[in-house]
């Protein structure tokens, strides 16, 4: 009975780790797909700041999807290395977006 219950909870622990790591894969492939990795990387500053830094911004901010989504699904002007540009607008809606969002925002 105790072997069958460790069994039964490591292939729930296991099952709950690979979806985690799915949702990662995808969050990272759509933002490669979406073009957004041109400028930032998940750890180091490129031309714009890297997904940890994002994250360490909004880290205690109520409003951090919220903005993040304002930012996203809009084309903000930005500043890049001086110069003022469009940023490009997301091309993901509802759970996709938020999915990528969660994802930079747990960086």
């Known amino acids: 009975m105790k072997v069958s219950a460790i069994a039964a909870t490591s292939i729930a622990a296991l099952l709950a ?3 985690i790591e799915a949702h990662a894969i995808n969050a990272q ?3 490669q797909k979406q073009g957004c990795l041109k400028c930032h990387a998940v750890s180091r500053k490129k031309d714009g700041p890297s997904l940890k830094e994002i994250a360490a911004k909004y880290k205690d901010d109520s409003e951090a999807m919220a903005k993040l989504k304002e930012h996203a699904s809009s084309s903000p002007e930005i500043e890049v290395n ?5 940023h490009k607008k997301l ?3 509802g759970a996709d977006l938020d999915e990528v969002l969660t994802w930079i925002l747990t960086r």
């Open 29 to 31: 492939r759509e933002l």
């Open 17 to 19: 780790l690979t979806s």
């Open 82 to 86: 001086g110069k003022k540009e469009t």
């Open 91 to 93: 091309e993901l809606e």
